[in-house]
C-alpha cells in the first residue's frame, strides 16, 4: 500500500502570532539589538531561538528590563501590574504584542468587573495569557480548570450577576462542556457575546477532527508549553489516533511508523511553516512520498502592526 502524508489545513501560525513575531523582527530593524520581550513572544523554541539570534532578550520580571531599553509584551498579553511596572521605569518605547483576540478577552473581562460581576475564568493555572487575564481586575474572579472545579466555587446558585470568560486556546468540545455544567449550576451564568476561544484554535482543532477520520497516527509540530498544540495532540488521542508533539523532525521515532500508511501532520498557531517542511523531508526518508493536504477551512485573517512598525 502507498505510504501517505496528509497535511492539515489550516495548521501552523494564526495571525496573532504572525504579528507578534513581526513586531519582535521589525523592532529590530528599527532600532537595532537589544530588544526586551517580556515572556517568550509566542510559545516556539525555535521561533525563539531564532530571535534570540538576532538580539531579542526574554525576560520574565520587568525589574530585569534595563533603563531606556525598548520593551515588547507577548501575544499572551500582560497584568495591568506588568503594564503599571513598566510604565513606572523610563524606557525608551513599549510595543504590545498581545493578541487582539485576548485584548477582546480583557476589555470583556474589565465591563464586567465594571458592572459588579463575579467573574469565571475557564483556563490553565499559570499560563500567562489566563495571569494576564485574570490580571485586568482585582476582585472577585475564579479560575476553572476542570469540571471537577465547579463544585469548590464558593458561590450561591442563585447569584444574580455572575459571568463566564475563557481562554483562547482551549479544547473546544472540553470548553462547552464545562460551560454546560456551569449554566447548570448557575441559571444567571452571562457567557460572553462572542465565543472567546479564538478562530485559529476552532480551525485546528476541526481539522485534527477530519484528519482523525483517515490517518493512522498524527504528528503535531508545537512546543511542550505550546497549549493548542497540546490540545490538538489530546483531542487526536480522544478521537482513537495516537499523536505526537514535537519541535523537530529528528524527534521522529522510526518505531511510531511501524506498520503505518497515513501519517497526519499538523502543527500548532506558533509553530512555523518550515517545520512542517523539515517533517515532511524527514518522512520521505521513511518512504512517505505521496503527499495530499485536507483543507477544512481557509483563513483569511490578518492583524495590523502597530503604526510606527509599519513599512
Ligand atoms: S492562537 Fe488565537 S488568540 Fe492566540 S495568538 Fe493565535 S489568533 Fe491570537
Redesign the pocket.
Known amino acids: 500500500m502507498t505510504k501517505k502524508i496528509i497535511l492539515a489545513n489550516p495548521r501552523g501560525f494564526?495571525?496573532?502570532?504572525d504579528?507578534?513575531i513581526a513586531i519582535v523582527e521589525k523592532a529590530l530593524d528599527k532600532y537595532g539589538a537589544p530588544i526586551y520581550v517580556r515572556h517568550e513572544v509566542?510559545h516556539n523554541k525555535y521561533v525563539v531561538d531564532n530571535l534570540k539570534n538576532r538580539g531579542a532578550i526574554f525576560i520574565e520580571e520587568i525589574k530585569d528590563v534595563p533603563e531606556n531599553s525598548i520593551l515588547i509584551y507577548s501575544?499572551?498579553g500582560v497584568p495591568l501590574s506588568v503594564r503599571e511596572e513598566s510604565k513606572s521605569k523610563n524606557l525608551k518605547v513599549i510595543f504590545d504584542a498581545t493578541?487582539?483576540?485576548?485584548s477582546k478577552v480583557h476589555v470583556e473581562i474589565k465591563n464586567l468587573h465594571r458592572q459588579n460581576y463575579t467573574i469565571l475564568m475557564i483556563g490553565h493555572k499559570g499560563h500567562p495569557?489566563v495571569e494576564g487575564t485574570m490580571g485586568q481586575v482585582s476582585g472577585d474572579i475564579y479560575l476553572i480548570e476542570t469540571e471537577a472545579d465547579i463544585a469548590k466555587l464558593p458561590l450561591a446558585r442563585d447569584i444574580a450577576k455572575i459571568a463566564v470568560v475563557t481562554q483562547?486556546?482551549l479544547s473546544v468540545d472540553e470548553t462547552k462542556s464545562i460551560v454546560d455544567n456551569l449554566k447548570a449550576a448557575y441559571p444567571n451564568l452571562r457567557l460572553p457575546k462572542t465565543e472567546d476561544i479564538?478562530?485559529?484554535?476552532q480551525n485546528r482543532q476541526d481539522a485534527v477532527k477530519a484528519m482523525a477520520k483517515i490517518c493512522d497516527i498524527l504528528i503535531v509540530i508545537g512546543s511542550k508549553n505550546s497549549s493548542?498544540s497540546n490540545r490538538l495532540k489530546e483531542l487526536s488521542e480522544h478521537l482513537g489516533v495516537k499523536a505526537y508533539l514535537i519541535d523537530f523532525a529528528t524527534e521522529i521515532n522510526k518505531d511510531w511508523l511501524n506498520n503505518v500508511n497515513c501519517v497526519g501532520v499538523t502543527a500548532g498557531?506558533?509553530a512555523p511553516e518550515v517545520l512542517v517542511e523539515g517533517v515532511i523531508e524527514h518522512l520521505k526518508k521513511y518512504d512517505y512520498n505521496t503527499i495530499d493536504t485536507l483543507t477544512t477551512v481557509k483563513e483569511h485573517?490578518i492583524f495590523a502592526l502597530p503604526s510606527e512598525l509599519r513599512t
Do not use: D, W
Not at 493578541?99 to 485576548?102: N, R, T
Not at 479564538?198 to 484554535?201: G, I, R
Open positions: 494564526c495571525a496573532g502570532v504579528r507578534a509566542v501575544a499572551h493578541c487582539p483576540l485576548v495569557e483562547t486556546t479564538c478562530y485559529a484554535t493548542n498557531a506558533s485573517m
